[in-house]
Every structure is written in structure tokens, then in C-alpha cells.
């Protein structure tokens, strides 16, 4: 028995010590990251409801990618996002009393969001809207916008928007050397290949459909390439948006359609979308 109440005490004693040690020791309360989210109306989520009431003239979301990235990390947002920006919009003024997106970059950044460069040479809203009215007076048939345009497009692409991109994010860097720097890709607008039940929403010829994709792709390759050579990480969405185009069901798209979509801006990402696209950068960046 002594032996037994002996056992108990040293049970107990040492219950009590690692209570104790739980007790004294709180967890150490993590620093929040100073979060600096900018970029065009792809990261400022353009046609998203509800709008920030701060800046509408950028028609920027509260439900865009950096908030949900944000309230998912508790990181301190400062979100510049500003819709129809292009990339000398980073150093430049995009309307009077905007600021140049890179003033919200300071050597104490931590992260720096953006998505940018479809807008620069009107690459986007030029040949959506030019293979759009192409697709209209053909009745869906051929390559009209390819017939027309061939190259042109990717040859903006390379001769101006890849060196401004590299530019751009040199400008950030410069702004922040320390900071993680993530680049987002643009996930698909169109499919691969032509949807003949699509017509209606997205009226791109049939021909035209996989000559925008291949656009698209360009572009893609081309900001990943400047993310590659100024030391920033690429988010990549030609896998996990396929599938998910804006000729896909409500529920299912990440992209709205040309026309009879739900965002007030077609040919953006909806909800869904800024949170997919949220959590492929926190996957891709290892956080959350």
C-alpha cells in the first residue's frame, strides 16, 4: 500500500507540473501579414457585389480575391485593386485622385497580390468584343476574328505587354525586396474547343473559340514568364479553371458570359471565382 499511495503522489505531482506548464506558457500570437493586393479587374473582382463603397470609380469588390485571402490569414489588407488598370498604372496615376497602385508597397510588405496585363493593349476587351461582333455577323460559322486579325493580338503581347509586365513587377520589387510577390494568372474564359450551346451567351464563332483560347494562353505564358525572371511566384489556373469557362453553368463558371450572366461586368470572374482563385494563390503561396 505505502508503495501504491506512493505511485499516486508522483502521478498526481506530475499532472500538476505539466498543468502548470500549460498554463505558463501562453501561445506565442502570430504576427499578421501586411498584405498589399493590387492589379486590375481581375483581382478587384469588377461586377462583384458588394461594391467598396471607397473608390467606385475602380468598381472594386469587398468579396475580391485579397479580401477572402485576407479574412481566410487575418492578414492587414491595403487593397488597391482598381478596375481597367494596366500595368503603368503601377507607377502612374489611373484617374485623378488615384494614386499609383506600387504607393500601397512599402518595405514592411509581406505579401503583394496582383493580376495584371490583359488590359494593356486592350488585349482582352479588343478581341473579345471584336471576335464577339465577328461571331454575331458570321451566324457562328469560320474564324472570322482570326481571318482578320491573325497575330496581331499576340504580337502586342510580345512586342509591349511582356516587357511593361516585367517592368511593373521591377517596380514593385524595387518597393518591397523582401516581400512575397505572387502573380496570378487568368483562368479561362472560353473552352478549348467551340460549345454550340454557348452561342447565345458567348457569340464567338465557332473557328474563333479555340484562336481566343490559344490568346489567352499566350498571355498567361508571357506573365508567368515575368513573374519567373523578377524573382515573383506564378499562380497558375490553366488546370484547375478548365471546366469552369464562361460557357458553364451558374454553379459551375468561374467566368461570366458576354451576355445573360449575373455580373453587372461580363467576362469577369463571379464570387466563386474570386474564391477559387483565393484559395488556389493561398494553396500555391502555403498559406492558411
Known sequence: MPALRRA???TSALAGALALGLTAAPAQATTPLNYAALGDSYSAASGVLPVDLGNLLCLRSTANYPHVIAARTGARLTDVTCGAAQTKDFTGSQYPGVAPQTDAVTPDTDLVTLTIGG??????????LDCGTAGILSGGKGSPCKDKYGTSFDDAIDANTYPALKNALGAVRAKAPG??????GYPWITPAEADPSCFAQLPIATGDVPYLHDLQAHLNALVERAAEETGATYVDFSRVSAGHDACQAIGTRWIEPL??????VPVHPNALGERRM???????????
Request: charged share 10%; aromatic share 6%.
Open 8 to 10: 499516486i503522489a508522483a
Open 119 to 128: 488590359n494593356d493593349n486592350g488585349t482582352f476587351i479588343n478581341a473579345i
Open 179 to 184: 516581400a512575397r510577390v505572387a502573380v496570378l
Open 259 to 264: 451576355l445573360f450572366g449575373t455580373n453587372v
Open 278 to 288: 483565393a484559395e488556389r494563390t493561398m494553396s500555391v503561396l502555403g498559406l492558411g
